[in-house]
């Protein structure tokens, strides 16, 4: 068995070293998809727009990002809070968070690693959970959605932001810019986001829309609901 699985090996090529990809992925994220051109705009633009709903006035008292990598969403966040929790299972991009220089902000943010689908946290412990470009890269979203909404107090928000693809918009975009990017920077893109990008969009709005009857929707930036005219899914979701 073991010389059959050795010349079974030989026919198949090697995978890619994950950890390489993941070191070399957070030292490239902000400056190659938020920082340049029209894929950073728009990324951008996806974590502004998720919090237009909550301006100053209104308050959170704990507040869990999961999948928070380099820290970008909580520079858009405008709502108050006594405590922000940024959270990741990657130790680089843990290395590379970018903690916001607002004095009112400081020691209320910490960062902590955590399986964003596996939380070690209580239950009913948070007042809201976002999860930017995060649900799209978990196996099995469904469970993961509940888990979430197991860590979250009675009346607390699930924010969520999720890219359209496989839509045509997000999918013209990812070839036309973000993927010349990526391959000029030695990272096999097409490779890394089959891998990573493991949920369609349409099956996630299907788990958002069976599990939660109390949620408002954003298809931007198009504005219709169409998977294929807009770039994004936003939702906040009440528990």
């Not at 059959?4 to 090697?14: C, E, G, T, V």
């Not at 990002?65 to 940024?86: M, P, S």
């Not at 902000?105 to 399986?115: A, F, I, K």
């Not at 107090?153 to 359209?164: A, E, I, Q, T, W």
């Amino acid at each position: 068995m073991d010389d059959l699985s050795s010349q079974a090996a030989k026919r198949f090529a090697a995978d890619p070293d994950h950890d390489a990809y993941l070191r070399q992925w957070a030292d490239l994220y902000e400056g190659k998809n938020y920082d340049e051109g029209l894929t950073g705009y728009f990324l951008g633009k996806s974590h502004e727009w998720c919090e237009r709903r909550f301006g100053p006035d209104t308050h959170f008292a704990r507040v869990l990002e999961v999948g928070a990598g380099t820290g970008v969403h909580i520079k858009f966040v405008r709502h108050t809070f006594d405590e922000y929790l940024l959270t990741d299972l990657n130790p680089p991009f843990l290395d590379n968070i970018d903690l916001p220089s607002d004095d009112g902000h400081r020691g209320r943010v910490q960062v902590q690693r955590e399986d964003a689908a596996k939380l070690s946290f209580a239950d009913n412990s948070f007042d809201r959970v976002i999860a930017a470009h995060v649900l799209e890269h978990l196996y099995r979203p469904h469970e993961v959605l509940r888990e979430w909404v197991r860590v979250l107090k009675p009346g607390g928000v699930l924010s969520l932001v999720l890219p359209c693809d496989p839509g045509l918009a997000w999918r013209a975009g990812r070839y036309l810019v973000a993927r010349r990017k990526f391959n000029r920077a030695g990272l096999q893109y097409d490779y890394w986001m089959a891998r990573e990008h493991v949920n369609p969009i349409n099956n996630l709005v299907t788990f958002v829309r069976h599990y939660f009857d109390d949620v408002g929707e954003q298809w931007l930036p198009a504005r219709l609901p169409s998977i294929d005219l807009n770039l994004f899914y936003i939702c906040h979701a009440r528990v």
